[in-house]
């Protein structure tokens, strides 16, 4: 959905949807090893949740 706000062509949608889901994974992973209290599940998602909301952020100030 984040990339869908962020693109409207369907090969670009499949490639920002790709970072955007490595970007999470990455990011999850090294905020679980940093905190150990975090799960890496919950960290993963609370980044996916980060991202979603910067490109509904993005999508606004462009008039989208």
């Not at 889901?21 to 940093?34: F, I, K, P, Q, V």
């Amino acid at each position: 959905a984040a990339a869908r706000l962020v693109t409207a062509r369907l090969p670009a949608m499949v490639a920002v949807a790709g970072v955007f889901g490595a970007l999470a994974g990455a990011a999850g992973a090294l905020a679980s090893t940093r905190f150990a209290e975090i799960p890496t599940g919950a960290a993963v998602v609370l980044m996916g949740l980060l991202i979603f909301g910067a490109a509904v952020l993005v999508a606004r100030a462009r008039g989208a």
